[in-house]
């Protein structure tokens, strides 16, 4: 095993999908399992801040330089695993693999289960901290578990998929805007199970999919069909990154789709889009032994919320796809209203500034705070 390498640091600019981004004081490049937890057991012994940098597709970092140290996950290779179910294949998958390499190996190895996320930026490592998903396809449907390595620990456990709370494009594992991950901790792997279905084309299962490719109930289409078709729709929509395209250097959905009562999404005009959330039952389902009583209380009557548009409601406060301040070299994606992207050069403060005066203008028109989707790292909203 060679030694991780602490190499000349680089700005994160270069290094993430939105293009922003000052230079961290140390940058250590980490190129095996063995090396990536040497790093980051040698970060968690300092009190310095410390960043784990996978493909930098969901960073929002600010233009000074960063304390502390940057890690790049550059671990990659597909190997698989004893255990799978008849007719299914495990792969166990290094975290710093790109996504969409795994997403091409799966295809070309006639495995489905992911082909619908092709595409999708960043590393394996980062997909189950936001439940990555497109098209109806979520990778918790086929995320077995995860090597992870907890803050402080000396060596990786495997974590059940079951135990990472997957909800909409979350985990335990995700950094929300404002707040702490439930569980931190690193990804070292990722194990899915995968259904082998070779290269024979075959009817798609799932609705969305279908409606997103255009298909009838019951048309077969084989894996490398469903790869290309949706590479094609992400890149109408700018969503595959590509140096000549500066309409793909964002960092995907900046706002998150707002989540809201029942009540208030009364309030918000019929034409926005909206979708029921399925209501957690597990907090009120817990009762201690020794307190039940044969009764088990009835789940409150209240509607479950809703999701809406974050991208109609954008739209309809007079914001077009394309839209960007005086002067500025940010703007809205002219593919798709909820990227915010780097023309060239644009500065994070660029950027901020087009994201609070979006923030202003739906509040203004529609009475809610539309919250950023990446993590954003020395940079405030």
């Not at 095996?32 to 597709?57: I, K, M, N, Q, Y």
């Not at 082909?115 to 109806?136: F, L």
């Not at 907890?150 to 335990?172: I, K, Y």
């Not at 500065?347 to 989707?373: D, H």
Request: net charge negative.
């Amino acid at each position: 095993m060679h030694d991780m390498a602490e190499v000349t640091p680089i700005p994160l600019a270069r290094l993430t999908t939105l293009r922003t981004g000052g230079a961290p004081q140390r940058m250590i490049d980490a190129h095996t399992r063995d090396e990536l937890v040497e790093a980051l057991r040698e970060a968690w012994s300092g009190d310095e801040p410390w960043l784990v940098l996978g493909g930098g597709s969901n960073l929002f970092v600010g233009d000074e330089p960063l304390e502390g140290t940057v890690i790049r996950v550059l671990t990659s290779g597909v190997e698989r695993m004893p255990g799978a179910r008849p007719g299914t294949v495990r792969l166990r998958v290094a975290a710093g693999h790109s996504w969409d390499d795994l997403v091409a190996w799966t295809v070309d190895h006639g495995l489905a289960g992911i082909e619908a996320m092709s595409g999708i930026p960043g590393t394996v490592g980062g997909a189950p901290v936001q439940n990555v998903g497109a098209y109806g396809q979520e990778i918790e449907q086929t995320l077995v578990e995860v090597g992870l390595l907890d803050e402080g620990a000396d060596e990786p456990v495997t974590v059940p998929a079951s135990e990472l709370g997957f909800g909409f494009r979350t985990s335990v594992l995700k950094h929300h805007y404002g707040s702490a991950p439930r569980r931190r901790a690193v990804i070292v792997s990722a194990t899915l199970e995968l259904a082998e279905v070779g290269d024979a084309e075959r009817p798609i299962p799932g609705e969305q999919l279908r409606r997103a490719l255009g298909l009838e109930r019951g048309q077969a289409v084989s894996l490398r069909w469903i790869r290309e078709h949706v590479l094609a729709t992400r890149r109408g929509k700018g969503m595959v990154v590509d140096d000549h395209d500066p309409d793909t250097h964002s960092a995907g959905s900046f706002f998150q789709n707002p989540i809201v009562s029942a009540s208030f999404a009364r309030t918000l005009p019929a034409a926005c889009p909206r979708w029921p959330v399925r209501p957690d039952l597990d907090p009120v389902t817990i009762i201690p032994l020794a307190e039940f009583d044969g009764y088990v209380p009835r789940p409150s009557g209240e509607a479950p919320d809703v999701k809406v548009s974050a991208a109609w409601l954008i739209e309809q406060s007079g914001i077009r796809k394309g839209f960007k301040l005086p002067r500025s070299r940010a703007a809205l994606s002219s593919k798709h209203a909820l990227a915010l992207t780097n023309r060239g050069g644009a500065t994070a403060a660029e950027i901020s500034e087009l994201a609070r005066y979006i923030q202003s203008r739906v509040a203004a028109e529609f009475g809610l705070i539309l919250q950023p989707e990446p993590v954003l790292i020395g940079v405030e909203l």
